[in-house]
Structure formats: C-alpha cells, structure tokens
C-alpha cells in the first residue's frame, strides 16, 4: 500500500438580487348693455331703487350706478332688472367665454374636507402597507430561490447483473485479504459490517487495491460509496486498468473521482508525467448525492469506451487507448485546501462481466 502525496486533485472546479378644485359658484352671466369698461349699466331713465334689490336698502349714486350700503349685499339679487342669459356663456365685449364649473366643495359639501383624519387610521394603513410589502418579498424571495436552486434527482439504486460476479465482496469481514495496515493519526483501513472503510488524515491519497493482484480488461463494476467524514471538497473513487513499476504499485491508470460538493472528474496516470492528465475536469452534476450520502456508482469499461454511471444517469463516456487493462483499486483523498481528515465507505461491490 502506498499513501503518495496527492496529485491532480486540486482545481476542481473548472474554476466548482384633486385635479384642480373648480372654481367657486360665480355670479351668473347675463347679457346687457355694456359700458366703457364692459360691465352692466342700467338706462339713464331708470334709476336702480332700493324695491329692486329685494328688502336691503341701498343708494343712488348720481351717475345712476347702485351704490351699496354697509349692510352685505346678495351676490346674485333675486329680483334684478337685468336682461335675461341667453345661453350658457357671458359677453363682455365681443369675446365669449364658457361658464366656469362649480367648485368640487360646493358639489361635495365643505365639511367633507374639513374632517380630521383619524391618527389610527394612519396607522392602520402603514401597518398594512408594511404587511403587503414584507410579504409580497418573502414571495418573491421564496420564488427565486425555488428557480435558482439546483435541482436534486432521487437516487437510484442500480441494479446488479443475475449472473455470478468475476469477484464480490460483502465487506463482513477481511475474508479475501485486504490489506488493512494502518497508522494513528495518518491513516486506516478497515473492513467490516458490511463496508470497506479507508481513512486519510494529512492531505494526501489512499488506495486500496483489490487483494490478490487481480487484473481486469473489459467488465461493469458496481460498488455504493458515501463520503462520510471531511470537508465536501474531499473525493473518492475507484481507480481501473491500473499498472505498476518499480515506484509505485499505480503507475498506470484511470481514476474515476466523485466529490462531497457533488462532482466529478477522471483522470490518466502516466509513469513518465509528473502528474496525472484530466480527461475531465471537476464537472458538478446533480445525480451526484453530496458528502454524508450514498452514491451508486457504475464504471463500464468496454474496449476504449470507459463510462461513469451515477445513481442511474450516466455522467461522461470516455475514449482512450493507452490502457486496455490492468488492477482495480478504491481510494480516498484528502485534498490539499480541505482540513485535515476524510473518509470514505464502500459497500455492495462487484465485479461482473461486460455482457451480464
């Protein structure tokens, strides 16, 4: 077992808001004869009497004009000798103006202006108006974040082949040999209750090989996985197709990582390249389930055509030559900018063949 120091692991990402109030009631129009001035006179032969004016008293001037007394006259006198209104309009000189509108008081009635407004009904009405306006936000605000939001497909169980596995194992326990040397503090493997368990401390990769130097070309793997300790930025996986040399007991390989923010990338390890290639870069995807729950994972390698299968929905189908076959391996990763401490546990594994 080897615990390199983590390679290709780090970028990942790609890098993964009152019209006017009418005039008052004026004196009505009337045609009549006109003076200098344009305003009515009355004949030089009839002087204005007091009779004519109703019941107040009033004078003549000398000029035969009505001079009014101190006592407040009417405005409009019932009882006038002025020559009858033709029409609806006024003269004066040759201009003809519309009779103005009544005042918006006069129709409504004075008092209606006059009232006071209710302190409580002020209050009333910005109360409410608060209302309307926080909920019509918290509406929107629960609208677009419902948009927004990414959307979460239900997890799918993928179903495993009728025909006997090429190599299973139910992770009761270390029947078929793991390789389960650890060390406090740096890291662990254990295997039992159902899961293979591998633990990582210090910002760097553990694999897991399948024991018995096993090798595989073409097959579908299925195995669930569930990232269950660690920052979400941490990853896992399975490595395929692997080979050794004389460092490194996965010299060679296709690494298919998942992480606990919910991506995913694959990668090509070269014994003669300082680090691994990306086939495919960290890619989000919302089949993936993030960190604290279970992934199925379905890896299909057939000749150059090598597919990741996530909870149903197949994710990236890749096309390479360089390898055609080689070991499998499970592995955890503690990346360098997450703290200190990932871990990852694999259940339900398999290993069928490609026509299953």
Known sequence: MNTPELVGNGPR????SMAGVGFGAPVSPVQNQAGEDGLWVPPEDEPVSAAQWGNSAGQVAPTGLYTPPSIPQPVNPGNSARPPMSGGAFHRGSATMNKPPASLSSLI???????????????????????IIISGSAIGIIYFAAKSAPKTQTTVPIPTPAVPATFADPFNDNTYGWNLQSVAGKYAVQVGGGNLTLEESNHKLLWEPLPGQRSYDDFKLFVDATLTKGDAGNGYGVYIRGGSDANSDLATYYRFALYGDRGYAIFKGDANADAPTK???????????????????????NGSALTLTVNG???KTINDTSYTKGSVAFF????????????????NFGIYPLKA
């Open 13 to 16: 990402r790609g890098l993964l």
């Open 109 to 131: 009635g004075r008092d209606f202006f006059q009232q006071p407004v209710s302190k409580m009904r002020v209050m009333m009405g910005v109360i409410v108006l608060i209302i």
């Open 279 to 301: 086939l495919v870069d960290w890619t989000p995807s919302t089949a993936i389930q993030g960190a604290g729950k279970v992934n199925h994972i379905l890896i299909t390698a």
């Open 313 to 315: 929905q197949e994710l």
């Open 332 to 347: 955890v990763s503690n990346v360098t900018d997450a703290k200190p401490g990932t871990q990852v546990q694999f259940s």
